[in-house]
């Protein structure tokens, strides 16, 4: 599969950001192509990507002089998540993605500094960072 311009700038864009090797990032897409089209295969015309939209697809072929063109139309509905995310910033408030971004960050950081809970008290130093389940809620 080849990449336009723009889909390699976002495809760049969702390996930095991810911290995800281009592969893994690369599997992931064909994933969802892939749920896409074995939908299609089932009769079904809609699928779920996780924390974005629910997107309904439909496609004709149509014959012109050029040959036989494949029309995609898509809908999409945004998923709670996504919906969240504009709330904060409209609200001025950080963003879930953003606070689990961080706390992500700052798991890594502490672990390579090697600083336990036994040694450094995280409530009261970083409380929006302290609670290491509370991001697992982001996915949920």
């Known amino acids: 599969m080849k ?8 495809f760049e864009k969702l390996c930095a950001i991810s911290e995800k090797d281009k592969k ?3 599997d992931v897409l064909i994933s969802i192509l892939v749920m896409t ?16 939209c629910n997107l309904k697809f439909d496609y004709k072929d149509e014959l012109t002089s050029r ?3 494949t029309k995609v139309l898509l809908e999409a509905t945004p998923n709670q998540a996504l919906i969240n995310e504009f709330s ?10 953003e606070k ?12 390579s500094l090697g600083i336990t809970d036994n040694n450094f008290d ?3 130093e ?3 960072y302290a609670d290491e389940d509370e991001d697992e809620d982001f996915l949920l």
């Open 3 to 10: 990449l336009s311009e723009k889909e390699k700038d976002a």
């Open 88 to 97: 904060a910033i409209s609200e001025g408030e950080t963003t879930p993605s």
């Open 67 to 69: 040959g036989m063109l």
């Open 126 to 128: 970083f409380p929006d």
């Open 24 to 26: 893994t990032v690369m």
């Open 37 to 52: 089209t074995k939908a299609d295969y089932n009769d079904e015309s809609e699928i779920t990507i996780p924390l974005l």
């Open 100 to 111: 689990y971004y961080n706390k992500r960050q700052f798991k890594l950081y502490k672990k």
């Open 122 to 124: 995280f409530k009261t």
